[in-house]
């Protein structure tokens, strides 16, 4: 193997590495993301539980409203995101996918 060789091969052995750990380093924001959407999405159904209960004792503005609240919550559940390390390149991407294969075949 030649002297270039061995370091393109270096090179994208380290490239591969930093986007692994880029991806651990994403775990607590993709939990995070994962948690505030399920509360989000959680309290959005409570209160169209709270609004069919309204509408069965007549109480309809009242339904309506919490209806369109929850609808709102839902919406913004979807825009939820917070920060992470960007995969700047092939060879990052490439050890994200190598780091949650290895993580997945762990569970």
């Not at 052995?13 to 930093?18: D, L, P, W, Y």
């Not at 505030?36 to 503005?61: D, I, N, P, R, W």
């Not at 559940?77 to 920060?83: E, H, K, T």
């Given at each position: 193997?030649?002297?270039?060789?061995?370091?393109?091969?270096?090179?994208?052995?380290?490239?591969?590495?930093?986007g692994?750990?880029?991806?651990?380093?994403n775990?607590?924001?993709?939990?995070?993301?994962?948690?505030?959407?399920?509360s989000?999405?959680?309290?959005?159904?409570?209160?169209?539980?709270?609004a069919?209960?309204?509408?069965v004792?007549?109480?309809?503005?009242?339904?309506?409203?919490?209806?369109?609240?929850a609808?709102?919550?839902?919406?913004?559940?979807?825009?939820?995101?917070?920060?992470?390390?960007?995969?700047?390149?092939?060879?990052?991407?490439?050890?994200?996918?190598?780091?949650?294969?290895?993580?997945?075949?762990?569970?």
């Amino acid at each position: 193997m030649s002297k270039y060789d061995k370091n393109k091969r270096r090179c994208a052995t380290r490239a591969i590495e930093k986007g692994a750990v880029k991806s651990i380093a994403n775990i607590p924001s993709d939990l995070g993301k994962m948690l505030m959407k399920g509360s989000a999405l959680q309290a959005a159904g409570e209160m169209e539980q709270a609004a069919a209960m309204q509408g069965v004792f007549g109480q309809t503005q009242s339904a309506a409203e919490l209806s369109q609240g929850a609808q709102e919550v839902r919406a913004s559940a979807n825009s939820i995101d917070l920060p992470k390390f960007k995969m700047s390149n092939a060879a990052l991407a490439g050890g994200d996918k190598i780091d949650s294969e290895n993580v997945i075949s762990l569970l």
